[in-house]
């Protein structure tokens, strides 16, 4: 037998003015794209911003369905609408942002299982690591450099 151990690294930031210009209009249009989630049932809004490597920032939300669970999460439909409309544009990061009416959250959202394994598939197809930042409406933000962080034994064919 033996005992191994994986160590995941990630760090906090306590207000978002500790972020460059660049990460800070990305987690705020992450914010804002929440406010627009279509969630009538769970009433649990998700905004998702992607900041691609040509410098354009794709904006999604979560999209809920009476036929649960046959809606998508915020980052899938952001992650999938960059990657059909830019191809050939790397995703350098990732902001998540939760906003459960009628209260805001300074919880951090972190992405689902399903999620992280799309992040791992992206990962994988362009060779670079995505960094992940996950906050609520308002308070700290966590980050992480690369999936393996969030998901460390991911699916792999």
Do not use: W
Request: aromatic share 8%; charged share 25%.
């Amino acid at each position: 037998m033996e005992i191994n151990k994986k160590e995941i690294q990630y760090t906090t930031y306590q207000s978002i003015d500790e972020l460059d210009i660049n990460m800070q209009a990305l987690i705020e249009a992450s914010r804002q794209a929440s406010e627009q989630a279509y969630a009538p049932y769970s009433k649990f809004k998700v905004g998702a911003a992607v900041l691609l490597s040509n410098d354009k920032i794709i904006t999604a939300n979560n999209q809920e369905n009476a036929s649960y669970p046959e809606g998508l999460c915020a980052e899938r439909v952001a992650l999938f609408y960059a990657s059909s409309q830019y191809p050939k544009e790397k995703i350098r990061a990732l902001a998540i942002a939760g906003n459960s009416n009628p209260h805001t959250t300074d919880n951090l959202i972190t992405p689902c299982g399903g999620c992280r394994q799309v992040l791992a598939e992206y990962e994988s197809k362009q060779q670079e690591k995505i960094k992940i930042f996950m906050t609520g409406m308002k308070g700290k933000i966590m980050m992480v450099d690369g999936i393996d962080n969030l998901l460390p034994f991911r699916f792999e064919l």
